[in-house]
């Protein structure tokens, strides 16, 4: 295998990795402050087919962005009033959301462009691009570092954002007032009641930065790693992501190891198929494909030492008088 493969091994590996690491933030958020989401799931496809199906009607990428994000956001805040207001079950909100997600985007997609719950190809001021960094070309013609810094510096905008939100996530966490009372919210929320802080206003606002990034996750599927929607498009990101939260232990740094551990896995796939490899031979197809799911049993089955969520995770709570 030549320098090249591994480059775009690279590259896949970074476009792969990067709507699960925005999930993966979005349920760090939610679950950090006591919301379990299961429908981290549904909200990515909600969102990658709202995205898809306005940059196809509309055609500007930017409106499309904010429908898609809007709309995830809309079935956050279904969530949140189920789970918070409600006091409902967690588990069972997220899921219905997954159920709901997938059912409404076939049908609507179906309705609108009739072609099986697949939107036509966005046009290109309909989606994002590749977006390189000012200083990129300027390292175009340099051995080994050229090549790189192309991956590096020269990705759709979504790829940045998702990396840098990672720092930005540490910081609000344990660095913020903010922070620290979503924490606090996710462990002791009467503690944090009887503080006169309202946990109920903390808790809507996690979810709505769990449906923000959320949304962010489903228009980089559909608007920039792909250029249109087709049926389950997520493919079970959401729930590769909240194994990847567990994974990390709800940390975000650690969670974006986790994330690039999976978009590896996932890039595998399409770079490893067909191919030799030493000692191993050729890799059956079916096997690369159920990496990443396999990881996810492995994961989600206790083997990598104990992972404590927050104490309040999944509990309505209930103000005392």
Known sequence: MDFGFWISFFDSTLRSATPLLLACLAGL???RSGVFDI????????SAFAGAAAGVLIGDAYIALFIAVMVSVFFALIHGVACITFRGNQIVSGVAINFLAAGLTAVIGNALFSMGGRTPQIPEDGR???FPLFFADRLEGVPVIGPLADVLLNQPSFVYMAFLAVPFTWYVLF???????????GENPAAVDTAGISVIRLRYQAVICCGILCGLAGATLSMALNAGFVNNMSAGRGFIALAALIFAKWRPVQAMFACLLFGFLDASEARLQGRELWLVGEVPVQFIQALPYVLVVVLLAGFIGKARAPKAGGVAYVKER
Do not use: H
């Not at 981290?40 to 496809?45: H, P």
């Open 39 to 46: 429908g981290l799931e549904g909200k990515i496809l909600a």
């Open 29 to 31: 958020y939610s679950e």
């Open 175 to 185: 660095r913020t007032r903010f922070g620290l009372r979503l924490r606090a919210v």
């Open 128 to 130: 994002f691009r590749e």
